[in-house]
C-alpha cells in the first residue's frame, strides 16, 4: 500500500551554516527519532502541501469566508501583543490565520488514508486549537510551555478527547510537556493509521497515531483514537464525502483547525509555516511494533 508522506514546512535559514556533506543516497532515517534538519530536508519521498507562494490545495471548511494568508514573515510581541501574531503579507509559504487570528477552519482539498504528516507552527501566548487527521482527529496545539501540572489529554501533542453529554472521553495525554515558548516555531512529526472496514463497511480498527513527534521528542505511541469531531463520518480515506442527520456534506483531509466552533474561548493557533510535508509511509509495520 502507498501511504502518503505530507509536511507543513519549509524551514527558516540561518545566517551560518554548518558544513553539508552530500551524499548520493539519503538514508531511510524513520525510527522516531530527531535527526538534526526536519525529515522532508534529509529523507526521500516527501512532497509538500504548499507550493510556497499561495493557498492552492486548500480550503475553508463548509465553504465559510476564509482571512487565510500567506505571509513572508511574522512578529511576535512579547510585552506588547503577547496574545496576536502580525504577519507581512506576500507570496510565501507561511500560512497567517488571518489578521483577528479566527478564520474558517483550513482544510487540504486532497484526500488521505494512512500518512505521515510533518508541520511546523507558531503560537502566541494562551493559544489552543489543534491539527485534524481526516478532519476528525485531532491533535491538540496549545500554550502548555512552562505548565508543571501533569499533562492532559488538552495540553500541546495530546490526542484531544471527546465530548459525550458535555464530559471529555477518551483521548491521550502527551507522554511530556514538550511545548516552547509562544512566539517560536514547534513541529509534530505525526505517523497516523486511518481506520480499517470489512467489505460490508464494519469497522474493524480504529483509526490510531503511530507515533508523534512533538519537537523531536516523543508523545504518543501506538494510541488508538475515535473520532474527535461527532458531526463527521469516519472512513478509510479521509475526506470521502458523508451527510450527518442535518444533511450537510463534510469532507476531511488533512485539515488545519483554528477555532472550535463548540468553544468560545479558544485563542488563535498562529502560523503554518510552508510545506504541510507528506509522504509515503514505507515503514508503517515496523513504526508500529517498534
Same mark, same amino acid.
Given at each position: 500500500?502507498?501511504?502518503?508522506?505530507?509536511?507543513?514546512?519549509?524551514?527558516? *535559514?540561518?545566517?551560518?551554516? #554548518?558544513?553539508?556533506?552530500?551524499?548520493? *543516497? *539519503?538514508?531511510?532515517?524513520?525510527?522516531?527519532?530527531? =535527526?538534526? %534538519?526536519?525529515?522532508?530536508?534529509?529523507?526521500? #519521498?516527501?512532497?509538500?502541501?504548499?507550493? !510556497?507562494?499561495?493557498?492552492? #490545495?486548500?480550503?475553508?471548511?463548509?465553504?465559510?469566508?476564509? %482571512?487565510? +494568508?500567506?505571509? /513572508?514573515?511574522?512578529?511576535?510581541? /512579547? +510585552?506588547?501583543?503577547?496574545?496576536?501574531?502580525? !504577519?507581512?503579507?506576500?507570496?510565501?509559504g507561511t500560512m497567517l490565520n488571518g489578521p483577528t487570528g479566527r478564520p474558517a477552519n483550513f482544510v487540504t482539498t486532497e484526500k488521505f488514508g494512512d500518512t505521515e504528516l510533518y508541520v511546523e507552527f507558531m503560537i502566541p501566548k494562551g493559544s489552543n486549537s489543534g491539527v485534524y487527521l481526516h478532519g476528525l482527529y485531532e491533535l491538540q496545539v496549545f500554550d502548555s510551555y512552562g505548565s508543571s501540572e501533569p499533562m492532559k489529554t488538552s495540553d500541546c501533542g495530546g490526542v484531544y478527547h471527546r465530548w459525550i453529554d458535555n464530559k471529555?472521553?477518551?483521548?491521550?495525554?502527551?507522554?511530556?510537556?514538550? &511545548?516552547?515558548?509562544?512566539?517560536?516555531?514547534?513541529?509534530? =512529526?505525526?505517523?497516523?493509521?486511518?481506520?480499517?472496514?470489512?467489505?460490508? !463497511?464494519?469497522?474493524?480498527?480504529?483509526?490510531?497515531?503511530?507515533r508523534v513527534l512533538h519537537n523531536g521528542l516523543s508523545v504518543q505511541k501506538g494510541r #488508538?483514537?475515535?473520532?474527535? %469531531?461527532?458531526r463527521a463520518h469516519e472512513s478509510a480515506r479521509g475526506g470521502d464525502e458523508s451527510a450527518?442527520?442535518?444533511?450537510? &456534506?463534510?469532507?476531511?483531509? *488533512?485539515?488545519? =483547525?483554528?477555532?472550535? &466552533?463548540a468553544a468560545a474561548d479558544r485563542q488563535p493557533v498562529g502560523l503554518w509555516r510552508v510545506g504541510d510535508h507528506t509522504r509515503s509511509m514505507r515503514n508503517l509495520a515496523k513504526a508500529m511494533v517498534s
Amino acid at each position: 500500500m502507498s501511504i502518503p508522506k505530507i509536511f507543513l514546512a519549509l524551514s527558516l *535559514v540561518a545566517a551560518t551554516q #554548518g558544513i553539508v556533506v552530500s551524499q548520493t *543516497v *539519503v538514508p531511510e532515517l524513520n525510527d522516531g527519532e530527531a =535527526h538534526g %534538519d526536519a525529515p522532508y530536508l534529509i529523507e526521500d #519521498g516527501w512532497r509538500s502541501l504548499q507550493n !510556497g507562494r499561495d493557498l492552492a #490545495g486548500w480550503q475553508p471548511q463548509d465553504g465559510k469566508p476564509s %482571512d487565510w +494568508l500567506t505571509v /513572508r514573515g511574522v512578529v511576535w510581541e /512579547r +510585552l506588547l501583543g503577547p496574545t496576536c501574531l502580525r !504577519g507581512i503579507p506576500a507570496p510565501a509559504g507561511t500560512m497567517l490565520n488571518g489578521p483577528t487570528g479566527r478564520p474558517a477552519n483550513f482544510v487540504t482539498t486532497e484526500k488521505f488514508g494512512d500518512t505521515e504528516l510533518y508541520v511546523e507552527f507558531m503560537i502566541p501566548k494562551g493559544s489552543n486549537s489543534g491539527v485534524y487527521l481526516h478532519g476528525l482527529y485531532e491533535l491538540q496545539v496549545f500554550d502548555s510551555y512552562g505548565s508543571s501540572e501533569p499533562m492532559k489529554t488538552s495540553d500541546c501533542g495530546g490526542v484531544y478527547h471527546r465530548w459525550i453529554d458535555n464530559k471529555g472521553v477518551g483521548g491521550s495525554a502527551p507522554s511530556r510537556n514538550a &511545548s516552547r515558548r509562544a512566539g517560536e516555531w514547534q513541529s509534530f =512529526h505525526i505517523w497516523f493509521r486511518a481506520p480499517r472496514f470489512d467489505a460490508p !463497511g464494519k469497522k474493524t480498527e480504529n483509526a490510531r497515531f503511530v507515533r508523534v513527534l512533538h519537537n523531536g521528542l516523543s508523545v504518543q505511541k501506538g494510541r #488508538g483514537t475515535r473520532r474527535a %469531531d461527532a458531526r463527521a463520518h469516519e472512513s478509510a480515506r479521509g475526506g470521502d464525502e458523508s451527510a450527518d442527520a442535518a444533511g450537510r &456534506s463534510w469532507s476531511g483531509s *488533512v485539515s488545519q =483547525h483554528v477555532l472550535a &466552533s463548540a468553544a468560545a474561548d479558544r485563542q488563535p493557533v498562529g502560523l503554518w509555516r510552508v510545506g504541510d510535508h507528506t509522504r509515503s509511509m514505507r515503514n508503517l509495520a515496523k513504526a508500529m511494533v517498534s
